[in-house]
């Protein structure tokens, strides 16, 4: 079965100082990996993907995210973390051997940026 | 840049009671998705449908819930007799296409509050 898993519930980081955003994956076979960011009151804002290739992305808002598959994570970075980046943000997989497109998502980590 | 739509942002409506929550999917895309997310929980994923059918759905998508796209914009979710326990924000997505590398697009969501 997929799983994606968010070890921490909240993330607090001083206003340009580095974030590192948590998460690991479980799937069968190979992983797409995703990072959606939800402001409030908004929907799902996709920010990147791992699909093949480089195993660092690069995302919307100077956002990136290393995958590492002897770990199995995903974490989702920033070298200088702005204000405006507080947000919940999602972790979400899909089984590459899967036929189906559902997205199984973490719970998500709502990252607090301190001014 | 193209957006998902839904409408209403917020639905409130009585135990027993019929819902229609709708969506407008980006207009070159193809395969679409109803997620909901109930507060302080993780994003679930509900039903997938492609080329007017339902390609794939979760245990959480019973008989109670339908979706239709009645014309070449709209995607729509039906409650036939809403439960408390379905109160929650419901998420439309869409994608270019099923392939597993494509981002899915969500809208807003629509707060469905059922007293």
């Known amino acids: 079965a997929q799983s994606v898993a968010q070890p921490e519930d909240q993330v607090n980081v001083a206003e340009g100082n580095p974030l590192t955003v948590k998460c690991t994956y479980s799937?069968?076979?190979?992983?797409?990996l995703f990072w959606y960011v939800q402001y409030p009151n908004r929907g799902l804002q996709f920010l990147l993907k791992y699909i093949t290739g480089d195993n660092l992305v690069k995302g919307s808002y100077g956002f990136e995210a290393e995958f590492n598959k002897s770990q199995t994570s995903f974490h989702l970075k920033k070298p200088s973390a702005l204000v405006s980046d507080s947000a919940l943000y999602f972790c979400a997989v899909r089984d590459r051997e899967n036929r189906d497109d559902k997205i199984i998502f973490g719970k998500g980590t709502r990252l607090h940026i301190l001014p | 840049e193209p957006e998902v739509t839904q409408t209403p942002s917020h639905q409130v409506t009585q135990m027993g009671q019929e819902v229609i929550l709708r969506c407008v999917p980006i207009s070159n895309h193809l395969y679409f998705y109803w997620y909901r997310q109930i507060l302080g929980q993780k994003v679930e994923f509900l039903v997938s449908?492609?080329?007017?059918?339902?390609?794939?759905k979760s245990e959480i998508f019973d008989d109670q819930f339908s979706v239709e796209r009645p014309d070449g914009s709209n995607f729509t979710l039906k409650i036939r007799s809403t439960k408390l326990e379905d109160s929650a924000m419901y998420f439309c997505?869409?994608?270019?296409?099923?392939?597993?590398?494509?981002?899915?697009?969500f809208g807003p969501g629509t707060r469905l509050t059922v007293t």
């Open positions: 799937v069968s076979g190979n992983p797409y």
């Open positions: 449908f492609y080329n007017n059918e339902i390609s794939e």
């Open positions: 997505a869409s994608s270019k296409q099923g392939a597993r590398v494509y981002e899915q697009y």
